[in-house]
């Protein structure tokens, strides 16, 4: 873990009680534009990402109000103490959104396990690792609010999306899991289902993406979803139906439409 502000603890004792927000990956895409949103609501931001020039210049456009720490999610000591230098610096975490994550196009003729296990690794158990830091200190606490990012991909098998899909589908259970026990304690988590955010990783992509919005669009959606308390936040509605509906087909009408989404030969 590396901080990179040299001015957070004058910040952090300016004065009366504030929201504190914990957001990874948090210096591109859609962990970025919602650090800039909360800061412009009056949250006070603790911005996680391993791109310590993009965090620099990311806290130096909110005026004060994001703090950069530098944090690689698949570093589980890194982890836990950087929530423990945001607790010092800071105060306890209000809410904690963990975005981080990668993402690359797979398919069952050059599929490779290790860079499956590579995506696993931080998609998945370096957002379990951060949930491991957080959860039991809001469970003592009887207060606080977690955001998971996932994806619509988690609903449904789509070619070219099998170790990304993996990765979504099984935040989404672990999320449903979680709910009933954290909920007993005061504690809300909620799952973001987002379709296609115009991000750098999805700037990637070589087809087309329907229904794609913003990040800052993104943005809003997850602000306003999280101050509404809902559980799931999905967006862009047109896609998350469409999604839907696909997953309730009979298997072999949903594979009839996978299959034409299937790359060419060659």
Same mark, same amino acid.
């Given at each position: 873990m590396?901080?990179?502000s040299t001015t957070r603890?004058? *910040?952090a004792s300016k004065a009366a009680p504030r929201r504190i927000a914990w957001i990874t990956g948090a210096s591109s895409g859609i962990g970025r534009a919602l650090a800039l949103r909360l800061a412009r609501d009056g949250w006070t931001i603790a911005a996680s990402a391993r791109g310590v020039d993009e965090l620099a210049s990311l806290a130096a456009e909110s005026n004060g109000r994001i703090?950069?720490?530098a944090l690689d999610v698949t570093d589980r000591e890194a982890v836990h103490a950087t929530f423990a230098a945001i607790g010092s610096d800071l105060g306890p975490v209000d809410l904690a959104v963990f975005a981080a994550g990668t993402y690359f196009r797979d398919y069952a003729a050059d599929f490779d396990s290790e860079r499956f296990g590579t995506m696993v690794g931080l998609n998945l158990v370096g957002t379990a690792q951060c949930l491991e830091a957080v959860m039991?200190?809001?469970?003592?606490? /009887?207060s606080g609010q977690i955001a998971v990012v996932a994806s619509v991909s988690g609903y449904v098998g789509l070619p070219g999306a099998a170790s990304y899909g993996a990765? /979504?589908?099984?935040?989404?259970?672990?999320?449903e899991a979680f709910q009933p026990e954290l909920a007993a304690h005061g504690v809300r988590i909620s799952i973001v289902n987002p379709g296609f955010v115009d991000t750098p990783?999805?700037? /990637?992509? *070589?087809f087309p993406m329907p229904f794609l919005v913003s990040a800052e669009s993104a943005a809003d959606s997850i602000a306003d979803g999280?101050?509404?308390g809902h559980y799931e936040i999905v967006f862009p509605w047109k896609m998350a139906v469409a999604m839907k509906l696909l997953h309730a087909l009979p298997a072999r009408l949903r594979f009839t439409l996978t299959r034409r989404m299937l790359r060419s030969p060659g």
């Open positions: 590396e901080t990179i603890q004058a *910040d703090v950069a720490y039991p200190a809001m469970i003592a606490r /009887k990765t /979504k589908a099984a935040l989404n259970v672990m999320c990783l999805t700037r /990637k992509n *070589d999280l101050a509404a």
